[in-house]
Antibody, heavy 119, light 107 residues
Framework: EAQVLESGGGLVQPGGSLRLSCAASGFTFNNYAMSWVRQAPGKGLEWVSVISGSGGSTYYADSVKGRFTISRENSKNTLYLQMNSLRAEDTAVYYC????????????WGQGTLVTVSS | DIQMTQSPSTLSASVGDRVTITCRAS??????LAWYQQKPGKAPKLLIY???SLESGVPSRFSGSGSGTEFTLTISSLQPDDFATYYCQQYNSYSRTFGQGTKVEIK
């Protein structure tokens, strides 16, 4: 069965940087688009970014465009999210999510990693 | 950007009730809509995609309908395990957008 496991969350000061990683297993990683979805404490879900299976196409929510970079290393079955110029409003649980083949819906979710932006 | 609006925000119901949640898109998204269930402290779970296709392993009491801009998620007979928050998600455009969520509470 497909599994994804996030790591790299933690406490960072406003303006700082953090890189999240997501290790995938149980499926042919390079066949599937992958997304990051976040959830601020007590709030709803917000899609952050998506990357195609090859890594050649990426898209971002307006709220993170220009500050976050999604990437993947297919040889290592690993997804990344580089987060720069972090703001308090970026505080959230960040989920790594596998998308269905050809359909941009999220069928496997990690357990999430908490990012806290605070001084 | 396409905006998704769910109603109601909170719903109080009893075990055995038929429950309906509505999701409206700010522009037509054809049938490119999914529904998720989330319980406290857990990751969301995919229930329905393409507006009405039931994800494997999801109980048949869950169903989805609609197209264009208006969609519904129906739980035919609410079970104790169904008390949770439900989110719709569009995928018509290259971006993906969630609704704000509907919390189903015990009456």
């Amino acid at each position: 069965e497909a599994q994804v496991l996030e790591s790299g969350g933690g406490l960072v000061q406003p303006g700082g940087s953090l890189r999240l990683s997501c290790a995938a297993s149980g499926f042919t990683f390079n066949n599937y688009a992958m997304s990051w979805v976040r959830q601020a404490p007590g709030k709803g879900l917000e899609w952050v970014s998506v990357i195609s299976g090859s890594g050649g196409s990426t898209y971002y929510a307006d709220s993170v465009k220009g500050r976050f970079t999604i990437s993947r290393e297919n040889s290592k079955n690993t997804l990344y999210l580089q987060m720069n110029s972090l703001r308090a409003e970026d505080t959230a649980v960040y989920y790594c999510v596998k998308e269905k083949l050809v359909r941009p819906v999220f069928d496997y979710w990690g357990q999430g990693t908490l990012v806290t932006v605070s001084s | 950007d396409i905006q998704m609006t769910q109603s109601p925000s909170t719903l109080s119901a009893s075990v055995g009730d038929r429950v309906t949640i509505t999701c409206r898109a700010s522009q037509s998204i054809s049938s490119w809509l999914a529904w998720y269930q989330q319980k406290p402290g857990k990751a969301p779970k995919l229930l329905i995609y393409e507006a009405s296709s039931l994800e494997s392993g999801v109980p048949s009491r869950f169903s989805g309908s609609g197209s264009g801009t208006e969609f519904t998620l129906t739980i035919s007979s609410l079970q104790p395990d169904d008390f949770a928050t439900y989110y719709c998600q569009q995928y018509n455009s290259y971006s993906r957008t969630f609704g704000q969520g509907t919390k189903v509470e015990i009456k």
